[in-house]
């Protein structure tokens, strides 16, 4: 069974930076896609950053690029959004996700983690 668990999530000014904590368990992830997704409220969900785990390939919403990073840690299991710059639109609940290579849609999903951006 896998497990995300994000964490990270908090309240920062306009400019400020955040980083972002997804925790994978239960699988070995070689094969797998990682994902961050956002929702504001009374907004959908939408795609932020995703990261091929084995291959290091990144992938960003064009609303993002430039001021947020995707990476991973093997060793831990881990993978991290570094947010700089950022802005009130950013606020949203941000939710870690995974997905083997070969499918299209995302299987697993974290709890969320909260992201308010005050200005």
């Known amino acids: 069974q896998v497990q995300l668990?994000?964490?990270?999530?908090?309240?920062?000014?306009?400019?400020?930076s955040?980083?972002?904590?997804?925790?994978?368990?239960?699988?070995t992830f070689s094969n797998y896609v990682m994902a961050w997704f956002r929702q504001?409220?009374?907004?959908?969900?939408?795609?932020v950053a995703a990261l091929n785990w084995s291959g290091g390939v990144t992938r960003y919403a064009d609303s993002v690029k430039g001021r947020f990073t995707i990476s991973g840690d093997n060793a831990k299991d881990t993978m991290y959004l570094q947010m700089n710059s950022l802005k009130p639109g950013d606020t949203a609940v941000?939710?870690?996700?995974?997905r083997l290579l070969r499918d299209r849609g995302y299987d697993y999903w974290g709890?969320?983690?909260?992201?308010?951006?005050?200005?």
């Open 5 to 16: 668990v994000e964490s990270g999530g908090g309240l920062v000014q306009v400019g400020g």
């Open 18 to 27: 955040l980083r972002l904590a997804c925790s994978a368990s239960g699988r």
């Open 40 to 47: 504001a409220p009374a907004k959908e969900r939408e795609f």
């Open 94 to 98: 941000y939710y870690c996700a995974a």
């Open 111 to 119: 709890q969320g983690t909260q992201v308010t951006v005050s200005s």
